[in-house]
């Protein structure tokens, strides 16, 4: 079982007149840098059919970039939310709470999540969400269309934590370096994982992967330091990565505790072609 942890969410609010413009936000060809400071309220959005609540988009499908996801962080006013949330039938969806707690109804059936909660809705899955509470709840929902494959079943909805399951630590680093993996690496009928990540201070991804996932980075906790694309960036608890597929990427976490992300990449399918038009 993992340690209880905390989960950094943004607040909202503007800054004042006289704070310096300038940040480490920054958009290249092989990654973008979204840190907390930009997640301010003019820069939030809406969707169709919610009461009471906001968010954040941190990635989107482009062109040219990274293709396959979306990631949102919504925020929830107390008796807020949604009896309609996706209106793609082909979607998929992991949901991550970092803050507070809310109901949700999946396939008639009644689940109470709270800070570490993980929800995985298949696509044409049939789900509500209610915060019941008194307080905001904040969560991460991350969005992908469903690659069938045939003669693969899609699968099916589960509920779990952060809380309950065991990271498995990655062979030869005695624990620096651990994932907890919310679905089998073996499981075909998945085609991509949300994971969260956890290195001990001073632990390191001891080379520059360069690999055909894409990704998205939340970080939960702590600091590190990132090698990407041949340059170093620093990223904190509150900030966002949003790597290309064979964005060369390593790190080194500062400490003094642990650092923690939320990953999201593609798995378990062949590489779809551009079709020429005929």
């Known amino acids: 079982m993992s340690t209880k942890s905390t989960y950094y969410a943004p607040t909202g609010g503007l800054p004042p007149q006289t704070q310096l413009l300038s940040d480490r936000a920054i958009f290249t060809e092989s990654y973008a840098i979204i840190p907390k400071r ?42 807020g939310g949604s009896e309609k949330p996706e209106l793609d039938a082909n979607a998929e969806g992991v949901v991550f709470i970092v803050e507070g707690e809310m109901d949700m109804t999946i396939e008639g059936e009644s689940h109470h999540l709270e800070a570490g909660g993980y929800a995985f809705l298949p696509p044409g899955c049939k789900w509500t969400l209610k915060n019941n509470s008194d307080k905001h709840v904040k969560f991460h929902w991350i969005r992908k269309a469903y690659q ?10 589960f509920v779990t934590s952060d809380h309950d399951v065991e990271a498995i630590e990655m062979p030869g680093t005695d624990g620096v370096w651990t994932t907890t993996r919310f679905t089998e690496q073996s499981d075909m009928r998945h085609d991509m994982h949300v994971n969260i990540v956890t290195f001990q ?12 996932m894409e990704h998205g980075l939340y970080v939960l906790e702590g600091k590190a330091v990132y090698h990407l694309n041949g340059e170093w960036v620093e990223v904190e608890a509150g900030d966002f990565m949003w790597l290309r597929a064979f964005c060369p990427q390593s790190c ?26 005929r």
């Open 201 to 212: 201070p001073g632990g390191v991804i001891p080379f520059d992967e360069t690999h055909v």
């Open 148 to 157: 069938h494959c045939e003669g693969i079943d899609v699968p099916e909805a």
């Open 252 to 277: 080194y976490a500062g400490g003094p505790g642990p650092f923690r992300y939320l990953l999201y990449k593609d798995v378990n399918r062949h590489m779809p072609f551009i079709r020429p038009v």
């Open 38 to 79: 930009v997640l301010t309220d003019i820069v939030i959005s809406y969707l169709p059919f919610w009461t009471g609540m906001r968010m954040w988009v941190l990635a989107r499908p482009l062109s040219g970039f990274s293709e396959t996801f979306s990631q949102y962080i919504v925020e929830v006013e107390p008796h």
